[in-house]
């Protein structure tokens, strides 16, 4: 649990190690928000092409392998950034981290779902979802904090470093997320005359695609929370570039204490993972939506900042919860394509949302970003339950 969750709080980190440093790319590259934007668009188009397939090489190949590969990029794509003298600098950087970040969540779960027992099984996706917050909290106040006391190339050769010393770890112990591969458990099997369905049977199940739409919809959220919380902050609260930075560090913390909550709670049973799902999300979209609002505006400055940190703890409390209804709609030995499948939907959302988004600031409407999230919460909450809907129906 800890050596996947130390690499996958890595990946998280670097899907923010450009979008936490827009305002200095804004400044010394004269970029607008649309075209910052598009830089952490095209990172996950990459991704998400790159998810979908690397499910097919982590079933073949094992985990291990391609973890190792996806950390190397990350170091290479923050060392591409670092020397970058314009917006196509940051579009290869962007590019390279994107192929980097695209195997994880099928790395993380064949693991996972191989090496974890039944009963250990909430625990550990909620130290998954824990870490992947940890990871983009702990981005966001290691970047500014660099950037902010040296410069912003520093800060992304700091950021080299960081993932070369995650590859160390994940060497050293490469024990512990050895796996079996399906080429190993084609061989070990006996050959009989029985039909086998082929690679791609599991794209027939409905439940996948609409988890699929379950996550595009969902990340919407995250995409605006993540991109433009700090410049829609700083516009509507007049708070500085430090404060904002934080609450986005803030948001992520107390995700990862929903994620406690909601990995407990889904350990003992409390609730259907579809209703906690729509539970916890609604906790998010109502502090958004006052976030949008302006009703908060006469509680002082720093109210929406308070306001989108308490966003994050029911986003990440819906997280262990959707974990495991792809858990249940996944077929035996096509964990790495199922989860490669379904979390590209998180990829495309991530991608699509900051073009929107970044359009809103650039006309001057920051309260979009928030009012936009909070939209995006609810359909997420209606497509959930359309999700639970599914798993429920199918045979035991």
């Not at 305002?23 to 649309?34: N, V, Y």
């Not at 966001?140 to 770890?169: C, H, K, N």
Request: aromatic letters at 12%; charged letters at 10%.
């Amino acid at each position: 649990m800890g050596v996947v969750g130390l690499a996958h709080g890595t990946s998280h980190f670097f899907q923010l190690l450009l979008p936490t440093l827009f305002p200095w790319f804004a400044k010394d590259f004269d970029l607008s928000f649309a075209q910052l934007g598009s830089v952490a668009t095209i990172f996950f188009v990459v991704s998400a092409t790159g998810q979908t397939l690397s499910g097919f090489l982590v079933d073949r190949v094992g985990p291990r392998p391609v973890m190792f590969a996806g950390l190397t990029c990350f170091a290479a794509a923050a060392l591409t950034a670092a020397s970058a003298q314009g917006y196509f600098g940051l579009i290869l950087a962007s590019v390279i981290a994107g192929l980097g970040n695209s195997p994880f969540h099928p790395i993380d779960f064949s693991i996972l779902n191989q090496r974890i027992s039944l009963k250990r099984i909430g625990h550990a996706y909620s130290v998954h979802g824990i870490t992947g917050n940890l990871g983009w909290g702990f981005a966001a106040l290691f970047l500014v904090g660099i950037a902010t006391a040296f410069s912003w190339r520093v800060a992304l050769v700091s950021a080299a470093v960081y993932a070369l010393i995650v590859l160390a770890v994940c060497v050293i112990n490469r024990d512990s997320l050895a796996t079996e591969s399906a080429h190993a458990r084609a061989k070990a099997q006996p050959v009989d005359d029985k039909p086998t369905e082929g690679a791609l049977a599991f794209l027939k199940l409905p439940v996948v695609w609409v988890c699929w739409l379950f996550f595009f919809v969902l990340t919407f959220a995250l995409g605006a929370v993540q991109n433009f919380s700090t410049p829609a902050l700083q516009s509507l609260a007049g708070v500085s570039l430090t404060t904002a930075a934080a609450a986005l560090t803030g948001y992520m913390v107390v995700g990862a204490i929903g994620q406690v909550v909601g990995g407990f709670a889904m350990s003992h049973q409390w609730y259907d993972p579809d209703r906690g799902v729509a539970i916890a999300l609604a906790i998010s979209a109502t502090m958004l939506g006052l976030a949008a609002s302006g009703f908060a505006a006469g509680w002082g400055a720093h109210a929406l900042v308070v306001l989108v940190v308490l966003a994050g703890f029911g986003q990440g409390m819906a997280a262990p919860s959707r974990d495991l209804l792809i858990k249940k709609a996944t077929p035996k030995g096509a964990t790495g394509r199922v989860y490669g499948t379904v979390y590209s939907g998180l990829d495309v959302g991530l991608a699509v949302a900051p073009l929107l988004f970044g359009w809103l600031m650039d006309h001057g409407m920051p309260r979009g970003v928030f009012a936009g999230a909070a939209v995006a919460l609810v359909l997420a909450i209606i497509v959930g339950l359309w999700v639970g809907r599914f798993v429920k129906q199918a045979p035991a």
